[in-house]
Structure formats: structure tokens, C-alpha cells
């Protein structure tokens, strides 16, 4: 179970710009829940998801896992467990690595990074099983530089790389965004089936209302800061991309705009 | 005629090679790191300046070399702990240790020190009583070469290991790196160690093939290095082999440059001009400033 509470965050405090965007926020995620999380541009989506990793500093309120206080524990010390996918295609891979050298990579993830050797040729033929799964022919690609492959391959990969190693959650920061509606159709299908096949609690957040209403099982939207929708299990199921459409308009009408 | 021009050759491959093993260090920070490593004005010399001092109180020339590899590696983590743990930019971090090794440097060596008639890794009995004297002059060259071919295998070998990925995967994209719940900042501190080690050996070294340590032979060894790197992997970026003997190559036409500038007519108190000149030259010729200044834009 992943747990925020009491979250307080300002953003340049002290300052005339200084400004509230979480107020004792609490939220709590059950194991082998899949959030979809929705909201305008500033509601605090992604600065969730930072809190949640370890990105951003707080100003006061705890972060737990299993209730354990992870609060203070550091960024790269979080990602044991969690594994994310970022917007930018380019976050999640090596670009000058080859493929075969990022699945390494990848693979190793918890596991010492000693002076034995980068890549464990016994496991080539399991990353191409894995490559193939994608179906874009990655797997006859093992040793081509991943910056020469197009943001959807490297997306692709990022997904598969951040889901390699045992993991418990996985946070997907619109990881469809910046890619061609065909393509990000595709990572999403990969992405329901790898968070299904290894059971994973998921939080993504998407500007894709029909993702968020299709994939997942709680349905999460944040306006300023705060959960106005929260929906799981049978009320999430019935919900239509209409009802949070509306939603929306509602509180574009609250703001002025 | 012949004659001279294998001794022109051989020099400047002697040259050349001294100032490879400093290439493949800047090599590790300025291409793998993408970390503009200032300190290496400082490790060279810190190098020489403790194989000296350590061949002068009777320590064995290539146990030397090693305190050398070591020194400058202790300095180059120091530059990594100034960047990572207080923050300061890269190259301020490479700009404070630089300027403190400077004195450090004059401490440790008490100002221009001169080892002529001790053994060296280059002079010494064994090969006098080994080599005959019609091959002494390959015996520098010969030496040199063994010694870049094991520094470069042993880079070649790091970087193929686990944590030789690791710090390729730091300067290609370090959100990759604490995504693999390993700290950035500890990748960064070994490779600007490594690389600093390698600055120092190549002192040591240095200072060992001319005989004497002076305070001045770290001034610009970042720029000789820096150029060493960007000539080998310009000139050679679709070559089959690897970055490692690019930079090598790199150096050794550096110091090709160099030594036609000065038969030109250059003097030897031009070296500095004429280093500048060069760089410039190879910079703009090889178009890698201006994309590095773009992306980081």
C-alpha cells in the first residue's frame, strides 16, 4: 500500500509567486490497484507522482509504502521498488547504449553494479524473448544505439526496461503523450498487459480521458491540488469520458476561463 | 635523412602516447561524463610532482607511477565530492581543485625538481645490461606504447564491465541511473576518479621521460587532452575500432600538429599560442562545440 499524508507543498515560498498546490492532500493506494489520474495542467498530477518518487523536496507530510515512513529516504533510494515511465521517451533509455547494453542495464537494477561483465550472455536470448513481445522488431536490433530508434520503439523499451526486475509500483508519467495516436494506442495495450501479467499497483497519469476511463480499476482527478473525482470498482467501471468531460467544465467555470 | 626523420617520428609518438594515457581520462569526463574536468591542470602535474619526489627518496619508478595513478585519483574525487555533495558547477568544481593543487603541487615537489641519473622506468640497469645500445632510442617509444596499450585495454575492459555501464549511463542520461535506485553523484566521484588517475599517471609518466618536474607542465594539459580527444573521435568517428584508440591516435596527431607548427617556425614560447591556435582550429573544423552548446541549451 502506498500512502500520502498530510502532504503540504509551496511552490517558491516566500516569494510574491509563492503558491499552494497541496493543502493536506492524503490519498491511499491500495496493492493491485491501477489508478488512472486526470486533471487540467498545473492540478498536481505529476507533482504527485514526484512526491511519490522522492523528485521533489516536501514541506511537511509523510510518504509511506507498507507503512513504512519513506519521507526522507532518497530519490534513487525509492526506485528499488517503484519503477516510472516519463513523458519524454528519451528519460527511460541510454541513447549512445545499445539495446542489448540497456537491458542490461536494466536487468542489474537492485543487484550490485561490480567489475564483472556489463552484459551476462546467458540472459541475450531471454531479453530478445522479452524484445519480441513488442513486436517491433527490437529483437534483430540487439546491438543498434537506442538513440536511433523513433520515440515510440524507445517508449516501448523504457516500459519494458522499467518492468524487468521485480517492482511493486510502477508510475507512468503520461508516457503516452508524445507519441502519434497509433503508437501510444500500442504502449497503452503494453502497458495494461504488463501491469495485468505482473500484477503491479499502477498510478498513470494521462490527459487521455478514454485511457483513463478504459484502463484501471480507480479513476483519480485533480483540480488545485485536491482529488475532486476519486471513483474505484463498479462506480469506476460505469463512469464515461462525458461525465469527466463535464466534470471539467464545471471547474474551468469555477476558474473564470 | 632517414635517420632524422625516425627520430622526428619516434619523438613524436613518445609525445604522443605521454599525453594519451591524459587523453583517455579526459576521454572519461568530457565524452562519457559530459563533464568539462578542469582538475586534470592540476593532476598532471600532481603526478609528476609525486613520482619525482618518490623516485628521489628511492622508491621504485613504476611503484611511483602507481602513487602517481592514486594521487591524482584521491584529487579527482575531491573535484567529484566539491560537484556533487556541495553543489558547486562542474567547472568551478575543476577550477578549485586546479588552483589549490597548484600550491599543493610546489609543496609537494618545493619548486623545479631535477631526477637525471636516478632510475626511471625508461633508464635504469636492467635495460642497460639487456638492450644494446643501437636500440636505445626505441626503448622510450617501445616502453610508452606497452604502457597506452595496457591503460587502454584496462579502460576498454572498466567500461564493459557493470559499473563501466553505470558510468556510461550517468553522462548519457542520469534519470536512467536513479531509476536503477543508484546514486548519480557516487557514479560521478569514481569516474571523475578514474579519469584523474589516469591525468596523474600520465604525469608521472611524463616527468619520468624528461627527467624533471616543473610546476608549468600542467598549464593547458586540459586543452592537449581535450583536443587529443576531439581530433581522435572526429577524425575517426566512423572508424571500426574503438573511441579509446581514436583518442590515442587522437594524441598522437596533436602532437604531429605541434611539432609542424614549431617547423614552421614557431617557437617554443609560442607553445601556448600555438595550442590555443590548434584547438580553436579543431574545434570549429570538428563542429563538436557548437552541438554540445545547442543541446545543453
Known sequence: MLELQNINKYYNPGTVNEMCLFHDFSVKIQDGEFVSVVGSNGSGKTSMLNIICGSIPLDSGNVLIHHEDITNMPEFKRQRKIGRVYQNPSMGTCPNMTILENMSLADNKGKSFNLLRGTNKKRIEFYRDNLRTLNLGLEDKMNVPVGSLSGGQRQAMALLMSTMTPIEFLILDEHTAALDPKTAELIMELTNKIVTEKKLTTIMVTHNLRYAVEYGNRLIMMHQGKAIIDEAGDKKKSMRIDDILSKFNEISIECGN | ?297
Not at chain 2, 558510468?167 to 553523484?185: I, W
Open chain 2, 1 to 297: 635523412m632517414l635517420e632524422i626523420i625516425i627520430e622526428i617520428i619516434i619523438s613524436i609518438l613518445e609525445e604522443g602516447f605521454v599525453y594519451a594515457i591524459l587523453a583517455l581520462g579526459v576521454y572519461i569526463t568530457y565524452k562519457i561524463l559530459d563533464f568539462p574536468d578542469l582538475s586534470v591542470d592540476g593532476t598532471f602535474p600532481l603526478g609528476g610532482a609525486v613520482a619525482v619526489m618518490l623516485i628521489l627518496a628511492g622508491v621504485n619508478p613504476i611503484a611511483a607511477l602507481f602513487v602517481s595513478f592514486l594521487s591524482g585519483a584521491i584529487a579527482g574525487m575531491i573535484t567529484g565530492i566539491i560537484h556533487v555533495k556541495f553543489k558547486v558547477r562542474d567547472l568551478l568544481s575543476g577550477i578549485i581543485v586546479m588552483t589549490a593543487l597548484y600550491s599543493i603541487n610546489l609543496r609537494i615537489a618545493g619548486g623545479n625538481v631535477s631526477i637525471f641519473s636516478k632510475q626511471t622506468i625508461f633508464e635504469n640497469k636492467l635495460f642497460d645490461r639487456l638492450i644494446p645500445d643501437t636500440l636505445d632510442g626505441y626503448i622510450k617509444v617501445t616502453i610508452l606504447f606497452v604502457i597506452i596499450i595496457f591503460m587502454k585495454l584496462l579502460l576498454d575492459g572498466y567500461l564493459n564491465t557493470k559499473s563501466g555501464y553505470l558510468l556510461r549511463a550517468v553522462g548519457d542520461n542520469e534519470h536512467l541511473v536513479t531509476s536503477l535506485a543508484k546514486d548519480k553523484g557516487l557514479v560521478k566521484i569514481i569516474g571523475l576518479s578514474i579519469a584523474n588517475g589516469f591525468a596523474g599517471l600520465a604525469g608521472g609518466i611524463y616527468s619520468q621521460k624528461s627527467g624533471f618536474f616543473e610546476i608549468s607542465t600542467g598549464t593547458g594539459a586540459i586543452v592537449i587532452g581535450l583536443a587529443s580527444v576531439i581530433i581522435g573521435t572526429n577524425i575517426f568517428r566512423k572508424a571500426r575500432f574503438k573511441p579509446t584508440t581514436a583518442v590515442i591516435l587522437g594524441a598522437v596527431i596533436y602532437k604531429a600538429c605541434v611539432w609542424i607548427a614549431i617547423a614552421l617556425g614557431m617557437e617554443s614560447r609560442d607553445m601556448k599560442l600555438i595550442t590555443a591556435t590548434l584547438f580553436l582550429v579543431i574545434l570549429v573544423l570538428s563542429n563538436d562545440r557548437r552541438r554540445r552548446v545547442k543541446t545543453n541549451a
